[in-house]
């Protein structure tokens, strides 16, 4: 069975499946970063700039999360239309958030969401509070561990090689 992501990529879950194993909260970035939603985009553009991250959740006046605004929502909204950025409040440019996951969301679970909405950046709540997001650079890393692990194991008898060969490694 194949599951179109888009057109033109499909995948086959049974070959997908070991890659994506596993749930959001083992590879979520837990330190988040928010801006209430009437302060200027310039006061969010340097709050990114500091904290070296390329999105920031808008919340309303009682922390709630409203929205979201990523580097993109700054090219299109702002440079694009050429406004004076320190004019402009961040709950006028940010994205609505779209959909969100679980921290026990199974990783495969989230990643389709992401296709499905054609989003960079999901959202994990608990309740009615922001304690993750799972950025598409989290999936690659994701991935790439995934991936190394994977053929570790298959030149090795028994993960106590890999553990073995990894303690090795750290000495020298």
């Not at 050429?82 to 026990?104: F, N, R, W, Y």
């Amino acid at each position: 069975m194949y599951i179109p992501l888009r057109q033109g990529l499909n995948f086959q879950p049974s070959k997908i499946a070991p890659v994506v194993a596993g749930v959001v909260r083992d590879i979520m970035t837990k330190e988040i970063v928010t801006i209430n939603a009437d302060r200027s985009a310039l006061e969010a553009a340097k709050l990114m700039t500091e904290k070296g991250i390329s999105s920031v959740f808008i919340v309303d006046r009682d922390g709630n999360p409203v929205g979201i605004v990523s580097e993109r929502d700054f090219i299109k909204k702002i440079c694009a239309k050429e406004l004076v950025i320190s004019q402009v409040k961040v709950g006028d440019i940010m994205s609505k958030i779209l959909t969100t996951a679980g921290p026990e969301t199974a990783i495969e679970v989230a990643v389709q969401r992401m296709v499905n909405h054609k989003i960079r950046r999901l959202p994990i709540m608990e309740g009615n509070k922001i304690v993750g997001i799972i950025t598409v650079t989290d999936l690659a890393k994701h991935l790439r561990t995934t991936l190394l692990l994977e053929g570790a194991l298959r030149d090795t008898e028994s993960i106590d090689d890999v553990i073995a060969t990894m303690g090795h490694d750290e000495k020298h």
